[in-house]
């Protein structure tokens, strides 16, 4: 077996795992603002989370200055905000204020979660030319990865409805948060000389 194909393997399921939870979230989100009567504050919300993520891609002069343990971590606490932001307003409900927050932290979130994604990719790129098997490992990666469209309907559809959907979100993002712990086993590659 190739060096690094466990890293892959292992990095893959827990952004499989990672984003299929986050994902859940997102519909939700939506959910919870048309139900208090605010149709247009969840998809403005995951719209500027995305234009976040679009803009933040175009910067990674990052790589491989800062360790991918770090990058990770630090992304995936970007998706972790986000996702505090649609419980939090569950529970203390919507005003002006709220909704200020929600949205300005949903664009930031985003920068913040790009590193993630920019992280993410380089990490596998970076087993892939170690072991000489870029087209293997990032096909793994894809494989696993998509998966998590099928895993985070499937949760949501088994558990939404006896927890209900606050307990869910809130369950859903203490999951995440302790997924995020295990970015940190990233482990560093030897230096090109």
Do not use: H
């Not at 393997?9 to 939700?28: D, E, P, Q, R, Y």
């Not at 605010?38 to 719209?47: D, E, H, I, Q, R």
């Not at 712990?181 to 090109?192: G, I, T, V």
Request: with cysteine; charged share 10%.
């Amino acid at each position: 077996m190739a060096k690094y194909l466990q890293r892959v393997i292992f990095f893959s399921i827990l952004g499989m795992l990672f984003a299929a939870i986050s994902n859940t979230n997102l519909g939700i989100i939506s959910q919870f603002a048309s139900q208090n009567g605010n149709t247009w504050v969840g998809p403005l919300s995951v719209a500027l989370l995305f234009l976040g993520l679009g803009l933040g891609a175009l910067k990674n002069s990052y790589i491989g200055k800062i360790n991918y343990r770090t990058i990770l971590f630090f992304g995936a606490c970007g998706w972790n905000i986000y996702l505090t932001f649609s419980v939090m307003f569950l529970f203390i409900g919507f005003s002006q204020a709220i909704i200020a927050v929600i949205l300005l932290g949903s664009f930031f979130c985003g920068l913040m979660a790009s590193v993630y994604y920019n992280g993410f990719n380089n990490f596998i790129n970076e087993c892939a030319k170690l072991d000489n098997k870029s087209g293997t490992y990032f096909a793994i990666n894809i494989c696993i990865v998509q998966c998590s469209n099928l895993v985070g309907n499937a949760l949501s559809a088994i558990l939404i409805d006896p927890l209900g959907q606050k307990t869910y979100s809130f369950v859903m993002l203490g999951c995440n948060i302790f997924l995020s712990f295990f970015f940190l086993l990233a482990e560093e590659f030897p230096k090109e000389s």
